[in-house]
């Protein structure tokens, strides 16, 4: 009876050390994107029931609810963080699968669609930084609009080369990707874009992973597609932005 007294007495501790423990973080994202994958199946897969987005949610109410701080939490979180790096580097093999899809025209293909990367980056980043200047954001966000066009874990590599915030920089690289992923489909309908390569590309050039994650659902020659365009963007944008913002910056 002491020792159930004793537990009841320290429980606040015990809950308190619990929730901070690296395991905790890493359990519930692992859980919140576990949810959010069921529920997207069980939409049949609909683009507004993004895994991702509901993730994302769930995670934020669930840091207001239980009072966990977000320096704690993306302190376990930091080994999923780390596997997002190797997952971009993996994309490779898609990429490569892409790219033996079209022998015997690959470096056509490749010029085009290089091409068709430049022009639709630097749209992305000349229209977000527009913008934000447009609505008078502050400095150190519009900062970030220069990196946050290109995928997550090469956006903050460059955040970094900027001087900029590589926690903003994540969160807007993010937020861009669900929206591309979520009204991508919205878009190609009203456009009548049905060529699942040209769905692919778009989505993966735009929405950057989340974008690739959609296209692969959609069809593996658009998810191929889409791995080759996000890493194309990644590539030029690693090497490109940085230099165009000391030009033009």
């Given at each position: 009876m002491n020792e159930l007294s004793l537990l009841a007495s320290r429980g606040p501790e015990i809950w308190l050390y619990l929730l901070n423990h690296p395991?905790?973080?890493l359990l519930l994202t692992l859980l919140a994107y576990q949810f959010g994958l069921w529920c997207f199946h069980w939409s049949g897969r609909k683009p507004y029931m993004n895994p991702v987005l509901i993730a994302?949610?769930?995670l934020v109410a669930l840091l207001q609810?239980?009072?966990l701080q977000y320096?704690?939490?993306i302190e376990g979180a930091r080994f999923i963080h780390f596997l997002l790096g190797?997952?971009?580097?993996?994309?490779a093999i898609p990429i490569y699968k892409g790219l033996t899809a079209v022998r015997g025209r690959v470096v056509l293909t490749l010029a085009l669609v290089s091409g068709a990367t430049l022009v639709g980056g630097g749209v992305s980043i000349g229209s977000a930084v527009f913008l934000a200047n447009l609505m008078g954001v502050e400095f150190e966000v519009i900062l970030t609009m220069w990196a946050k066009s290109v995928t997550a874990p090469i956006a903050i590599g460059v955040s970094e080369r900027l001087g900029a915030s590589a926690t903003l920089t994540t969160l807007f690289a993010i937020l861009t990707g669900i929206m591309g992923?979520?009204?991508g489909t919205v878009v190609f309908n009203f456009l009548r874009l049905k060529r699942n390569w040209v769905q692919g590309f778009t989505l993966g050039l735009a929405a950057h992973g989340i974008g690739t994650a959609r296209a692969f659902s959609v069809h593996p020659e658009a998810g191929r597609y889409a791995s080759l365009g996000m890493g194309l963007h990644g590539i030029f944008g690693a090497m490109l932005i940085p230099w165009l913002?000391?030009?033009?910056g």
């Open positions: 395991v905790t973080s994302v949610t769930l609810l239980t009072g320096a704690n939490y190797i997952a971009t580097v993996a994309l992923a979520t009204l913002y000391r030009v033009l």
